[in-house]
């Protein structure tokens, strides 16, 4: 059976309300993450994916910066477990590799290292606390 949901990559211009209302349920209202530090200003500029269950609800998100910087990788917990990380991640690895970036790499929450491993992302250095969360940065070379 094909996914339940799908998802594509979109502008921070047309995905502006989709993408925000994730991120504030999962990050700011889950995970207590400051609202200052989530809106970092840098969304205008990344590359975000959009996953849209098919019912045509926003279920997670994820984005890109130009650095190849990957973030803010979220998925509504009722739709967890589910590959829809995946997906998001596919499609931001897919985008990168079509622009020929060489390394991606992402400031991973600790408890998602499994889930970047399965990618083949690295770990490198210490854990770091950032917005109050144990992070620890991870690299991938395409
Ligand atoms: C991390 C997150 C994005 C994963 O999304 P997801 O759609 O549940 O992930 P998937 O179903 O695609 O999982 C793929 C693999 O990742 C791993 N994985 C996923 N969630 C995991 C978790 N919470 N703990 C450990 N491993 C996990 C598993 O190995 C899984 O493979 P499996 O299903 O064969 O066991 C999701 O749990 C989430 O939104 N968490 C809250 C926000 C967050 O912490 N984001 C990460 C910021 S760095």
Known sequence: ????????????????????????????????VPKELEWDGLDENARHALAISHKGDAIGCGRMLSNGHVGRISVLPQ???????????????AYARNHDYQNVDVDAQTHAMPFYRK????????????????????????
């Open 1 to 32: 059976m094909s996914n339940p949901f799908t998802v594509s990559l979109v502008t921070w211009h047309d995905g502006e309300p989709l993408l925000k209302s994730i991120r504030e349920s999962v990050f700011i209202v889950e995970q207590g």
């Open 79 to 93: 739709w967890r477990k589910q590959k829809v990380g995946t997906a998001i991640m596919e499609a931001l690895l």
């Open 119 to 142: 990618f083949d992302f690295v770990e490198h250095g210490e854990v770091f606390m950032d917005a109050g969360l144990p992070h620890i940065k991870m690299a991938l070379r395409l």
